[in-house]
């Protein structure tokens, strides 16, 4: 739990003695269910450990390619979603956090009754999923969300009107000429105006549709708003007008944005600090400068060395190979490492790894019969014949397989159609800080 | 690739919002009645239904009961053209055309009480499915799954047979089977437009289960229902004089399935009449209601073309 | 990346297709949509060019006319033409064709073969219910039966087997074709085509070609599945390579190894390739030449230095400031405010001039003509007609 | 997997149902009967006994195949069964055949012109296949081709030439092939042409319909529009592409309306005098035979179950993506 208090505690740079939200160890996880009883049989981690807060004011902007968990994330703080794991506070005061991570450093069984107590006293105030009553209220008010498709978000069967109008009146802060007038004037702080009151969605454009999801969100005057992808299905030109706005709207009102996208020109745009997620994880996090500025993650400099920037004339565009593993079964230690090309033989390599790798030699594949596991470290291939098994066992022994996991392999022997490989086994990396705020789960550069 | 954009906001007059629902309203019929098959469905409707409701000013109503075909013993088995009984009689000599003008009253009473009933316990029960989801769900399909294991005339007329014959039990039978469709259609419509945003925006407003349901998932859900609806109002009287063909309604009612049963008997001797007239009948009610249900789902829900 | 195709400059390269004054329109219920309305361009031997605009624009209808698959109805051509000059033509000296006035037959031989195209949704452009192999076989059967009867078969084969080779077996032929005297010799074949795709395939530096053959589409990824098109769109070694925005369904990381991809394919197959987007960074990465389109029409063309260091054209600059970068600050993107006009009957005017800051009278009423602005650089506009040239205010002014 | 329950709720249906409508052994009882009478044959029908253990000794006689005495038929139902199934069929699935066929050869057609002429007469067929009351289509056709042009026979075969083969099969279209006699299978089909295209009418116009439209679904796909552009001809496209595809939702629905076809009998057989189980349960329905009514509902539902569960097999293996079991 040393992760949550540094990331807590760093993360209090601005002077408010309190944080919008808190994460602390987020986990949601979806379960798999197989044949025709539904069993679980598994576990998508889609999110897994996240630990951060947001102040207020600011703009945290969390990215990260399709399927890194940062959609499901943003679910659970605005509380659509209940988490599995791990807590999410509202407004939770420093020193509340400062006590929790007082706390939360004592092994769980050593806690004394007192500090169980004003666990549960904290967690009571300010935990999304335990408030009820008024605090649940007050939550429900001040943390909106902004979705990625302005077609499906919006009713369309209801006029603009009702939508817009819809949360003062759920809230009866307004009701009849006064509700009207409210929702002008709502309209007219995106761009829009008295005239688009009677209309339905449909009669609108992508970017127009996206200004009356903004004013719904405004309508209750929140603290927070968690824009989720605002502006991946509009068109450049557009998306500049919806991101001015969204900035002209955030110095108007003191609003406090998650923002959440895979499109890192925006998310730099956009925020003050930036979370970059791979496969449920946080990977690295810090001020938006510094992380463009010097990256201290693999992960991160693939995504801008993927992301050519308009201004710059001489970038050459790199990617990555592989694809992204099975959320389901990640990878062990640092997760990024089966596509990460500066990968050490300490980042976690694994028997998965070598199975892989034989995707790759289709003659020694075919041959694979079965994997007996020990451990995700330790296994035994069992092979259709002697030359297939001598055959993987030469080429692991000769280097064949990438260096690094070459250099992570313990011990490697061959007894017939059998082949027991063992990898040196890691621990799961963590987030430390390296230095000004700015966190990252590479060991090479933690040194963890 | 054909997304051409944008009607410019700002030209259009602006609007209260009576006038714009309404006008949303005429757009729909507009576009539906654009169809001229659609159109000539609609008016074979309006004809059949003005035909049931003027049946005691068209003919003098039989005594005591006037669902009950007269009978003219002195015209057996007279054919289409005689005086008196234009579309001619049967062969214990009930006038053809009495019993089609009051059977279009029998069927429009049979489709419209049952649509009614089953479209509402469907939508009660496949909204409970949809929408609580779980546990309830899972029962309440497994159900439903049963009840669509028996092909629906088959299972009505099981249900009208130990009830014993009467049109009445045709009625409370085809109300039993018929409503596990729009349990079925309603639930599944539900479950996808649960998925929509703009329910999960409600949520974050903080508006009630209920409202939501009430207000974003119904309304979005029910357009496959309502065209549904619209082919069963022809396929039930189908059913239902299906059902009372093989026997199941009284004997001698005026009713466009006994009348083809009756007339069966003499086609061998060449007394083609009185089975055609009524079938023809029940072709066209069914043909009409079909015809204005396709032109609605063509316009209401161009997606799901046919299942 | 510019490439050099027997070490010419871009503009003297000989041309592979010439668009004329391309006009397709649709027929709407509210009257005639100009989709694309007058689009003139070129593309020469070897280039990439690229073809940017936003949705609804028109470049994919635009690029969907070289192999003529625009539906009709509602599609129409409705005028203009599109010269295409195949690598045999050439070497034999002879003059261009035109990709609309040929017959079907030919077009059915160009395509997939001489222009072949990938498309923007790899995950939708490869059917769900055939393996990889089976859906990639069935472009060398198309158009190299002849070279695969050869190398598999005997001097002369039987007419079943030829039908076969050309997928034009029936029903009861291919029933037949499992049996002896004949199944041998289709298994033959049918390995002989395996072969192929699988070089294809590793062509597109996939390492176990055998296992992707077998797969069905759903089985692979993204990235993967994009290799898979590529690998089939080049198998028949194309003239021209049609790729419509095919990263935009992608992760950054994955659309940077397939561009890396294509890049490779292309320097090594002389492949021409024109390169739909509406992504401006991108194209300038990749594409020799841009050509801008707005609302059915070209508005400005010219090597992607010129376009990027000298954008004349009001929209191209306004595009080019609404994208974000390092050099931005919050809240000062330039954005073009308003909406895409509405295409259907337009009357003569530029296509620009309800969002342009500068449009004038005659922006309205006429239709703009493209201005050559040096030997490869020509821009629509108003502005750079007059012989004194006002120009227009600069890219930092539009904000 | 769910079979056994859908089994289970259907045979409870029955179970109710024939509970319901009064005593189910209303066949064995007469006025003259005195109240002793009646009650011990109630007792040796197990009627004192609680609900639940009437349905297990009754779910236990339908295993063992005892499904009671068919008071039509002054026979136990399994007995008369046989030969009515056989007749009924040899009927559906002549009628499915033409069904099926027709269905999608019509649906494909039209959907592959879609807005043209041949997909509004196409729809102009779908419509009133679905309008049509199937036993005044019978009676149409039986007016036209029986007593007017004298075409077709009703029943099921010539009296004679029923005679003179044997009928080990009870399917007398194989019988007469079995028999190795041309006229014996000529009079077989001859018997069956009307009543076969009066039943299929129905299906094929939902087939039709199906098809067309998930043809017209298929072609325009994204892998349609790429295998295009690989300079396949239209004909390959549509064959190996977009109808293939098509077919995948189709195959459901086909095995649904295996249902409307089933119930389609009970009339058809009526009117051309068919001796099949339709006819049978019309007869059982017009004098309260409970036994034969339940045991043909029961056996229409198992049929219907296995029909789909064999197009659930049909479904997966066209499409991958499906898993069976899931």
């Known amino acids: 739990m040393t992760v949550v208090s540094s990331a807590a505690s760093h993360l209090s740079e601005t002077v408010a003695e309190r944080a919008v939200i808190s994460l602390r160890g987020v986990e949601k996880h979806f379960p798999i269910k197989d044949g025709a009883l539904q069993r679980v049989v598994g576990q998508v981690r889609a999110v897994d450990g996240v630990s951060f807060a947001i102040r207020p004011g600011e703009t945290v902007g969390l990215v990260g390619e399709s399927g890194c968990g940062k959609t499901t994330l943003g679910r659970c703080i605005s509380g659509l979603a209940p988490t599995t794991g791990g807590k999410i506070y509202f407004r939770l005061g420093d020193d509340a956090a400062a006590r929790l991570d007082e706390i939360e450093a004592i092994p769980e069984a050593e806690r004394s009754q007192d500090q169980l107590a004003e666990i549960e006293r904290i967690d009571a105030g300010h935990r999304i999923d335990q408030l009820s009553g008024p605090a649940w209220k007050t939550y429900r008010r001040n943390c909106q969300m902004v979705f990625q498709d302005s077609f499906s978000s919006l009713n369309p069967r209801q006029l603009v009107k009702d939508i817009v109008g819809r949360p003062l009146r759920v809230y009866k802060e307004a009701s009849g000429s006064e509700l009207t007038e409210r929702v002008v004037s709502l309209l007219e702080s995106v761009g829009l105006g008295r005239q688009h009151l009677y209309r339905y969605p449909h009669q609108f454009s992508g970017g127009q549709r ?35 706005l969204l900035h002209e709207l955030q110095q108007e009102r003191g609003l406090t944005y998650l923002f959440i996208s895979h499109d890192l020109g925006v998310v730099r745009l956009m925020s ?93 594949l075919g041959a694979l019969i079965d994997v007996e596991r020990r451990t995700n470290f330790d296994a035994t291939l069992v092979f259709h014949d002697v030359d297939s098994a001598a055959a993987v066992t030469t080429a692991m022994a000769e280097g064949d397989i990438p260096a690094a996991m070459k250099g992570a392999l313990a011990n490697l022997a061959r007894d017939g159609t059998k082949v027991r490989i063992s990898l040196t086994p890691v621990e799961p990396v963590r987030l430390a800080d390296v230095g000004g705020q700015h966190l990252t789960s590479c060991i090479l550069h933690t040194g963890l | 690739m054909t997304d051409v954009v944008g009607t410019p906001l700002s030209a259009a007059p602006v609007e209260g919002p009576l006038a714009v629902r309404l006008r949303r309203f005429t757009d729909l019929a507009r576009q539906v009645l654009r169809n001229k098959t ?36 002195g015209a057996l088995n007279e054919p289409p053209g005689t005086p008196g009984h234009i579309l001619g009689t049967t062969s214990d000599g009930g006038d053809v055309l009495y019993g089609i003008i009051w059977g279009s009253r029998v069927s429009l009473r049979l489709s419209v009480i049952v649509v009614s009933v089953t ?26 799954d049963v009840f669509l294991s028996i092909p629906e005339l088959i299972f009505a007329l099981a249900i009208a047979a130990v009830l014993g014959p009467s049109f009445g039990n045709i009625i409370l039978a085809l109300s039993m089977v018929f409503w596990v469709k729009y349990a079925r259609i309603i639930r599944g419509q539900i479950i996808h437009v649960k998925q929509n945003e703009y329910v999960d925006a409600a949520r974050i407003t903080g508006d009630s289960r209920f409202n939501i349901f009430l207000k974003d998932v119904l309304p979005n859900s029910v357009t496959p229902v309502m065209v549904q609806a619209t082919l069963d109002m022809g396929s039930i009287v189908l059913v239902g004089a299906t059902l009372s063909f093989i026997g199941l309604a009284e004997a001698g009612l005026a009713e466009w399935g006994v009348l083809v049963s009756k007339g069966q008997v003499g086609i061998s001797t060449g007394r083609w009449w009185a089975s055609t007239f009524p079938g023809l009948m029940i072709f066209l009610w069914a043909l009409a209601f079909n015809l204005v249900g396709d032109g609605l789902r063509d316009v209401l829900d161009p997606k799901t073309e046919s299942r | 990346m510019t490439s050099t195709v027997d070490g010419l400059p871009p503009a003297s390269r000989p041309l592979v297709a010439e668009v004329k004054d391309l006009r397709v329109h649709f027929q709407a219920k509210a009257g005639l949509v100009h989709a ?20 609804g624009c028109g470049k994919s209808v635009t690029a969907r006319s070289f192999i003529r698959l625009i539906p009709s109805p509602p599609g129409v051509y409705a005028g203009g033409e599109i ?58 059967f198309q158009h190299r039966s002849q070279e695969l009867m050869e190398a598999a078969l005997e001097e002369d084969p039987p007419a079943i087997l030829r039908r076969a080779a050309r997928q034009q077996s029936s029903a009861l032929e291919r029933l037949l074709l499992k049996l002896p005297p004949w199944r041998g010799r289709m298994r033959r074949l049918s390995r002989r085509v395996d072969e192929l795709v699988a070089r294809a395939l590793t062509e597109t530096q996939i390492s176990n070609p055998r296992k992707i053959m077998d797969s069905y589409p759903h089985e692979l990824s993204g990235g993967m599945k994009q290799r898979v098109l590529i690998a089939q769109a080049l198998a028949c070694n ?34 021409s390739v024109l390169y739909i987007s509406h992504d401006l960074s991108l194209v300038r990465e990749i594409c020799d030449r841009v050509a801008v389109m707005y609302a059915g029409r070209i508005v400005e063309t010219g090597t992607t230095k010129e376009i990027f260091s000298n954008p004349l054209h009001p929209y191209t600059r306004g595009l080019m400031a609404a994208v974000p970068s390092a050099a931005h600050k919050r809240g000062e993107l330039a954005a073009i405010e308003g909406n895409v006009p509405e295409l259907v009957d337009p009357p003569p005017a530029c296509r620009f001039n309800s969002r342009c800051p500068f449009a004038v009278e005659i922006c309205r009423t006429t239709d703009p003509r493209a201005i050559p602005i040096g030997d490869e650089h020509s821009v629509a506009c108003f502005a750079y007609e007059s012989g004194d040239r006002t120009e227009l205010p600069t890219l930092e002014q539009w904000v | 997997m769910i079979l056994p329950i859908l089994l289970i709720g259907v045979s409870l249906i029955v179970f109710t149902l024939s509970r319901v409508g009064g005593s189910p052994i209303g066949i064995y009882l007469s006025h003259e009967m005195t109240p002793d009478e009646v009650a011990e044959i109630e007792e040796r029908f197990g009627l004192d006994e609680p609900l639940p253990v009437q349905y297990l000794a009754w779910a236990g006689g339908v295993l063992r195949g005892d499904l009671g005495w068919s008071g039509v038929s002054v026979a136990p139902v399994t007995q008369v069964f046989p030969d009515k199934l056989a007749a009924t069929m040899e009927l559906s699935v002549a009628a499915a055949i033409v069904a099926v066929t027709l269905g999608i050869g019509l649906g494909t057609f039209a959907g592959s012109r879609r807005d043209r002429l041949p997909d509004h007469l196409t729809r102009v067929f779908s419509v009133s296949g679905a309008s049509m009351p199937v036993f005044w289509f019978a009676i149409i056709l039986l007016i036209v081709f029986w007593v007017y042009l004298g075409w077709f026979p009703i029943g099921r075969s010539d009296a004679n030439t029923f005679a003179s083969i044997a009928h080990p099969t009870g399917l007398y279209t194989v019988d007469s092939v079995l028999a190795g006699n041309p006229a014996a299978f000529w009079d077989a089909i001859w018997h069956l042409v009307l009543p076969a295209i009066t039943l299929g009418f129905g299906t094929t116009a939902i087939i039709t319909r199906m098809m067309r439209s998930s043809l017209v679904e298929e072609l325009g796909e994204d892998y349609v529009e790429a295998a295009r552009a690989k300079g396949l001809p239209e004909r390959l496209v549509m064959k190996r592409h977009a109808r293939r595809n098509a077919l995948i939702p189709t195959i459901t629905v086909i095995g649904l309306s295996f249902g409307f076809l089933l119930q389609g009998t009970v009339v058809v057989e009526i009117i051309y005098q068919w001796p099949g189980l339709g006819r049978w349960l019309a007869d059982a329905v017009l004098r309260g035979d409970q036994a034969t009514i339940m045991a043909y509902v029961l056996f229409t539902s198992v049929l219907f179950l296995t029909v789909n569960l064999v197009v659930d097999i049909v479904y997966a293996y066209l499409d991958r993506r499906v898993v069976l079991g899931a």
């Open chain 2, 119 to 144: 479209v509402t316990i469907g939508v009660i029960v496949g909204s409970l499915a949809g929408f609580l989801g779980g546990k309830i769900d899972e029962i309440l399909m497994r159900i439903v």
């Open chain 2, 38 to 73: 659609t159109l000539a469905g609609l008016i074979v409707i309006v004809g059949m239904v003005l035909v049931a409701f003027l049946a005691p000013v068209l003919t003098t109503p039989n005594v005591p009961d006037p669902y009950q075909m007269p009978r003219d013993w």
């Open chain 1, 272 to 364: 003050d600090r930036i979370a970059v997620m791979y496969l449920g994880e946080v990977v690295e996090q810090g001020t938006a400068l510094e992380l463009f500025e010097s990256s201290r993650h693999p992960y991160t400099d693939a995504l801008l060395a993927a992301n050519p920037d308009i201004s710059s004339e001489t970038t050459e565009m790199k990617g990555l190979s592989g694809t992204v593993p099975d959320p389901a079964n990640p990878p062990e230690g640092c997760r990024f490492h089966t596509r990460c090309p500066v990968a050490t033989p300490a980042c976690g390599w694994e028997v998965d790894d070598a199975v892989d790798w034989l995707q790759t030699k289709e003659t020694l």
């Open chain 3, 36 to 55: 694309v309305d007058g689009v003139s361009f070129e593309i020469r031997d070897g280039e990439t060019l690229g073809l940017v605009g936003e949705t």
């Open chain 3, 238 to 271: 194309p003239d021209l390579l049609i790729a419509d925005e095919p990263t935009t369904a992608l992760d950054v990381t994955i659309q940077a190894r397939i561009l890396e991809l294509i890049a490779e394919l292309q320097q090594r197959l002389e492949t």
């Open chain 3, 83 to 140: 010269d295409f000059w195949s690598s045999a033509a050439r070497r034999k000296g002879e003059g261009p064709i035109d990709l609309l006035q040929i017959p079907q037959k030919e077009m059915l031989e160009i395509r997939g073969d001489r222009i072949a195209m990938i498309f923007q949704d790899p995950g939708k452009a490869l059917n769900p219910a055939l393996t990889i192999g089976s859906q990639m076989s069935e472009v060398l």
């Open chain 1, 210 to 244: 996206q200004r009356i999801s903004i004013a719904r969100a405004l309508a209750l005057d929140p603290e927070f708003i968690v824009l989720d992808e605002p502006t991946s299905a509009l068109d450049v030109s557009v998306q500049a007008q919806i991101l001015n």
